[in-house]
């Protein structure tokens, strides 16, 4: 099965509650995405109105560095894609797709 999901909020919520990406009780994992043939999620990172300036930015780039390391230490489940072609690789590796939105 192919699936294309364009919003999640997991990994914000893995950085908030110091939970992992593979496993955890939030709506996605890696592991429960297993099924998928083809599988390419975007990470959203969510920024509270509160945070702004440097804090906002601060917040932002923590996160996005969880999801990055995260994503390292599972190297054979999933791939951090920024192109078409990593896209394109990560489907023909059998590995699934991450990509971070803000």
């Given at each position: 099965?192919?699936?294309?999901d364009?919003?999640?909020d997991t990994a914000t919520k893995c950085?908030?509650?110091?939970?992992?990406l593979a496993q955890n009780d939030?709506?996605?994992?890696?592991?429960?995405t297993r099924g998928y043939e083809k599988w390419a999620q975007f990470f959203?990172?969510?920024i509270d109105d509160a945070r702004r300036?440097?804090?906002?930015?601060d917040y932002f780039r923590g996160t996005a560095e969880f999801l990055q390391r995260e994503l390292r230490e599972?190297?054979?489940?999933?791939?951090?894609?920024?192109?078409?072609?990593?896209?394109?690789?990560?489907?023909?590796?059998?590995?699934?797709a991450a990509l971070l939105s803000i």
């Open positions: 099965m192919d699936y294309f364009l919003h999640c950085f908030d509650e110091g939970k992992h939030l709506a996605l994992s890696l592991e429960r959203a990172v969510w300036g440097e804090s906002a930015f599972n190297g054979d489940a999933a791939s951090f894609c920024r192109t078409g072609e990593e896209l394109k690789s990560s489907a023909q590796t059998g590995r699934r």
